[in-house]
């Protein structure tokens, strides 16, 4: 399997033969030398949704526009989203936790999670940028309260060929559920929290994935958001898991497993 990072949360995942879109989203940062436009994403076998949030759902009504043959896996909230956005209910399939889609030699598991908590850290860095960019900020709520996700969250384990890979779209995790030990790859939303690397210290040691990819980090909506320095989080899992890759990606690289 390859697995490309698009910018934010947006992950592509092929064999060669078929393609995997998870929460394909177009950056609103003009500078960004190599932010993908919705165009880029066509093609893809099958596009999943791992929230209904603005940053993960925004630009599916448009790609289901351009590419008439794509499939939209998610949940019940994010559904109605799309139709409310004049997606067709037959473009969708909804999932839930437990159900499983075969594409091509392609498995993949909805599991129950959470969304990050936002600390007040992460809050008050914002507070002052959002004062001063008010029609963007208010762009965004307006967004954010149109788009929700009560608390429908899931990770998608995603198995091809003996490997596989844990992907999480927020990160936060839900007592009782039993979530993939050894995988090939985990997929981390390094986003929301100033102290994602302390958060997901326990859960990476209990799952002990072979690496760590993190996406998430990088500056989605300037000026209100900043790229977050996962060098420090790398830094901390080569001095504590050296045995764990922690990989920051490069946009548009694939990355093999």
Request: proline fraction near 7%; glycine fraction near 6%.
């Amino acid at each position: 399997m390859r697995v490309t990072w698009y910018g934010t949360a947006t992950i592509g995942i092929d064999d060669g033969k078929n393609k995997l879109l998870f929460d394909p989203f177009v950056r609103r940062n003009k500078k960004l030398k190599y932010s993908t436009p919705i165009e880029g994403f066509a093609g893809a076998d099958a596009v999943f949704i791992t929230h209904g949030h603005y940053d993960h759902l925004f630009d599916v009504p448009q790609l289901t526009r351009i590419d008439r043959n794509v499939t939209v896996y998610c949940t019940k909230t994010p559904a109605e989203t799309l139709m409310k956005n004049k997606v067709p209910r037959e473009r969708i399939s909804v999932i839930k936790p437990g159900d499983t889609v075969e594409i091509g030699d392609f498995k993949v598991t909805a599991y129950q999670s959470k969304h990050i908590k936002f600390d007040s850290g992460y809050v008050l860095s914002v507070f002052g940028r959002c004062a001063l960019e008010l029609p963007m900020t208010l762009n965004l709520f307006y967004h954010h309260l149109h788009m929700p996700e009560h608390h429908e969250i899931v990770m998608y384990k995603i198995e091809n060929g003996g490997k596989s890979i844990l992907l999480s779209g927020s990160f936060g995790t839900v007592d009782g559920v039993k979530y993939p030990e050894d995988c090939d790859m985990f997929i981390l939303a390094n986003g929301g929290n100033l102290s994602i690397p302390e958060l997901t210290k326990p859960f990476i040691e209990s799952i002990h994935p072979k690496r760590v990819f993190v996406d998430h980090f990088d500056d989605a909506f300037p000026p209100l958001t900043k790229r977050v320095c996962v060098e420090k989080f790398r830094d901390i899992m080569r001095q504590t898991h050296p045995e764990i890759e922690f990989i920051i990606p490069t946009e548009r690289v694939p990355v093999e497993i």
